[in-house]
C-alpha cells in the first residue's frame, strides 16, 4: 500500500535520512496491522521540548511539553476501521488523511536514555503510538481501553523489532 507520509524537521540540525525511514516503517507497520486497507496519508513534525510545548498550549491549553501529540482527522472506533471508508478519501490526493502527528525528538532522547531503551525503541513506540490515536484508541482511563492500546503498541513494534531493551 502506497501511503504518503510526509516529515518535517522543526530544526534543521536534527534532520536524519535513517530517523525519516524508521519513522516510515513505524507507521506503515502500524497501518498495516490494524488492517488499514486504503491509502493513507500522514503528517510528522519532529521537533523539540519547548516546540511541541508551544503547540501543547495552542492545541490542548496544557502549558507543558509532552513526549507525542497526535491530531486525529476523524474519529473511529479503536479496532474497528469503517467499511465505507471510501467516502472519507480526498478525491483530489486519492488518499484518506488520517491526520497529523508531533513528536519532540528531546523528550524520546530524554526517556529512551531514562527507561533504558534505544532511540530508535523510543521514537518508534511513539510513532506506532501515535499512529494508533489517529485510529480512534485512547488511553484517558487506566481500564480497558488503556490496555488494548498498549497491548497492540507492543505486538506492532515487536513485529518490526522494536522491543524493549
Given at each position: 500500500m502506497k501511503h504518503r507520509i510526509l516529515v518535517r524537521y522543526a530544526n534543521k540540525r536534527d534532520k536524519n535520512p535513517a530517523?525519516?525511514?524508521?519513522?516510515?516503517?513505524?507507521?506503515s507497520a502500524a497501518l498495516n496491522a490494524e488492517g488499514i486497507?486504503?491509502?493513507?496519508?500522514i503528517n510528522v513534525l519532529v521537533t523539540d521540548d519547548e516546540g511541541i510545548?508551544?503547540?501543547n498550549k495552542a492545541t490542548r491549553e496544557v502549558d507543558s511539553a509532552t513526549d507525542v501529540l497526535s491530531f486525529p482527522m476523524f474519529q473511529?472506533?479503536?479496532?474497528?476501521?469503517?467499511d465505507d471508508v471510501h467516502a472519507l478519501i480526498d478525491p483530489q490526493t486519492g488518499l484518506l488523511?488520517?491526520?497529523?502527528m508531533a513528536i519532540s525528538l528531546e523528550r524520546a532522547k530524554d526517556q529512551a536514555k531514562r527507561f533504558g531503551n534505544t532511540l530508535k525503541?523510543?521514537?518508534?513506540?511513539?510513532?506506532i503510538h501515535s499512529v494508533l490515536h489517529l485510529l480512534g484508541y485512547d488511553h484517558m482511563d487506566e481500564g480497558e481501553m488503556k490496555r488494548q492500546m498498549r497491548t497492540r503498541e507492543e505486538i506492532i513494534a515487536a513485529e518490526i523489532g522494536?522491543?524493549?531493551a
Open positions: 530517523l525519516t525511514i524508521h519513522l516510515y516503517r513505524c507507521i486497507s486504503v491509502p493513507c496519508e510545548h508551544v503547540i473511529f472506533e479503536p479496532g474497528n476501521f469503517p488523511p488520517l491526520g497529523d525503541r523510543e521514537v518508534g513506540y511513539l510513532t522494536i522491543t524493549r
